[in-house]
Nanobody, 116 residues
Framework: QVQLVESGGGLVQAGGSLRLSCAAS????????MGWYRQAPGKQREWVAR???????DYGDSVKGRFTISRDNAKNTVYLQMNSLKPEDTAVYYC??????????WGQGTQVTVSS
């Protein structure tokens, strides 16, 4: 089992920045890709970004060029730097881990609210 704890959400004005963190614990040796999803009220959960165990990032179209994902394997932590935030980025952001045996783990979520 892998446990995930997110932090860093909050309220920010449009154009501002936030950095989310997600620390993994437990059976960290099964961790492959780490990433982020988000879910706005009344909408389906949306993939935001992922980073492989060797550091290759990938982004959803809606955040490309504004968000940066990074990973510190020594700390078992993944980060999401969010710049140029827009009101439509408002959502609960969930940390996600895909294990080497294709098992999925989720964090509890952290709220990001962007005011216009």
């Amino acid at each position: 089992q892998v446990q995930l704890v997110e932090s860093g959400g909050g309220l920010v004005q449009a154009g501002g920045s936030l950095r989310l963190s997600c620390a993994a614990s437990g059976n960290i040796f099964e961790i492959n890709a780490m990433g982020w999803y988000r879910q706005a009220p009344g909408k389906q959960r949306e993939w935001v970004a992922r980073i492989t165990n060797v550091g290759n990032p990938d982004y959803g179209d809606s955040v490309k060029g504004r968000f940066t994902i990074s990973r510190d394997n020594a700390k078992n932590t993944v980060y999401l730097q969010m710049n140029s935030l827009k009101p439509e980025d408002t959502a609960v952001y969930y940390c996600h881990v895909r294990s080497f045996v294709t098992r999925d783990y989720w964090g509890q979520g952290t709220q990001v609210t962007v005011s216009s």
